[in-house]
């Protein structure tokens, strides 16, 4: 299976704040990586696929960036709506499997 | 829009069966783009993706749990089921389920396809205590 490492698992911020998620596989997965969002007591929502493809209605604060091993997730402008758990998920190959998650939190 | 809704016991005995229904609304089961599938996260843990299938019953499970795992899909009811077998406290968990888009990429003799979840249910929480 493919393993992946999601650091920090936590982060405190300011709305405002450049937030940097990373997300590091354990062999080449091209650039097949997405990102979700989760708030708690809601359905998670895909923000990006693949590695810096934006999805339709996600808003411009949010790009993705990276291929090969290593990826990141950047806020460039922190917003209240934005404090939640992010995760990465591999599509490269089955089992799919997911990052350990960061959780954003208020500052 | 499309919903995902889960629904099952949320209390379930050692070595007991474990069964958990997906509703689909908004949109049809039976599509060839898509696939249903189940990922579970326990207390204080990550995201393990279980399995998942197309409307034709083709399936693939986590090889972890193959032993244990089913899942079975309904297209006359649209929706898709859940099943694990003798479970252990370990299997304790929220369970989401999720459709799974894919790109696909030719290749000389076949299309490889590369799946992620663009829709996910809330969530349910199973408990395995006696």
């Known amino acids: 299976d493919i393993q992946m490492t999601q650091s920090p698992s936590s982060v405190s911020a300011s709305v405002g704040d450049r937030v940097i998620i990373t997300c590091q596989a354990s062999?080449?997965?091209?650039?097949?990586l997405a990102w979700y969002q989760h708030k708690p007591g809601k359905a998670p929502k895909v923000l990006i696929f693949?590695?810096?493809s934006l999805q339709s209605g996600v808003p411009s604060r949010f790009s993705g960036s990276g291929s090969g091993t290593d990826f990141s997730l950047t806020i460039s402008s922190l917003q209240p709506e934005d404090f939640a758990t992010y995760f990465c998920?591999?599509?490269?190959?089955?089992?799919?499997?997911f990052g350990g998650g960061t959780k954003v939190e208020i500052k | 829009q499309l919903l995902l809704q889960e629904s099952g016991p949320g209390l379930v005995k050692p070595s007991e069966t474990l069964s958990l229904t997906c509703s689909v609304s908004?949109?049809?089961?039976?599509?060839?783009?898509?696939?249903w599938g189940w990922i579970r996260q326990p207390p204080e843990k990550g995201l393990e993706w279980i399995g998942n299938?197309?409307?034709?019953?083709?399936?693939y499970y986590t090889p972890s749990l193959k032993s244990r795992v089913t899942i079975s899909v309904d297209t006359s009811k649209n929706r898709f089921s859940l099943k694990l077998i003798s479970v252990t406290a370990a299997d304790t968990a929220v369970y989401y389920c999720?459709?799974?888009?894919?790109?696909?990429?030719?290749?000389?003799?076949?299309?490889?396809?590369?799946?992620?979840?663009?829709?996910w249910g809330k969530g349910t929480t199973v408990t395995v205590s006696s």
């Open positions: 999720a459709r799974h888009d894919r790109e696909a990429v030719p290749t000389a003799a076949y299309y490889y396809y590369y799946f992620y979840m663009d829709v």
């Open positions: 908004g949109g049809s089961i039976s599509s060839s783009s898509y696939s």
């Open positions: 299938i197309y409307y034709s019953g083709s399936t």
């Open positions: 062999q080449n997965i091209s650039s097949w």
């Open positions: 693949p590695a810096s």
């Open positions: 998920q591999q599509a490269n190959s089955f089992p799919l499997t």
